[in-house]
């Protein structure tokens, strides 16, 4: 019984941690379905995560209105969205940054860094591309994600 008790003070409290708006009601009944509310707003996600994670919560067994689930995606979409990624500056960025953002292998993020300390800094995308050896079409592909400063 103290542990019930327990369990719905921390549920409330997690209630009153949401925002309020339309969805937070619906967002709360779904949500502690299978775990409690807190868990569902420690994640950020943009809305095709959002969406995502509401169908894995489907498959999984979750259950209420289709009207319910699209209000439980607006919520979270609207209040819980996720961070934008931060810019690459191509300038500092070590070898490991450009393995990671831009999914280049390891030798063609040190020929990054060798035509950087021979050439001085990149000035464009241009620049950047005509380092010897890289993959110039992930890179144009991530172009939005880069930075000259």
């Known amino acids: 019984m103290r542990t019930a008790a327990l369990l719905l003070s921390f549920g409330a409290a997690a209630f009153a941690q949401l925002p309020d708006g339309p969805g937070k009601e619906e967002t ?15 994640l950020r996600q ?3 995560g959002w969406q995502a994670t509401i169908a894995k919560m489907i498959s999984l067994g979750a259950q209420g209105s289709d009207k ?5 995606l607006d919520y979270l979409s609207t ?23 831009l999914t280049l ?11 950087r300390e021979e050439h ?3 000035k464009s ?3 950047l591309e005509k380092v010897p050896g890289i993959d110039a079409a992930k890179i144009e592909a991530k172009k939005d994600r880069l930075s000259f400063e």
């Open 28 to 42: 709360a009944k779904l949500c502690s379905q299978c775990h409690e509310i807190a868990r569902s707003f420690s």
């Open 46 to 48: 943009d809305r095709a």
């Open 68 to 72: 319910d689930f699209s209000l439980v």
């Open 79 to 101: 209040n819980f969205p996720g961070e934008a990624v931060p810019k690459l500056n191509v300038n500092k960025a070590s070898a490991i940054e450009f393995e990671s953002a």
């Open 105 to 115: 292998r390891r030798s063609q993020s040190a020929a990054i860094i060798r035509y």
């Open 120 to 122: 001085g800094p990149f």
């Open 125 to 127: 995308l241009a620049d």
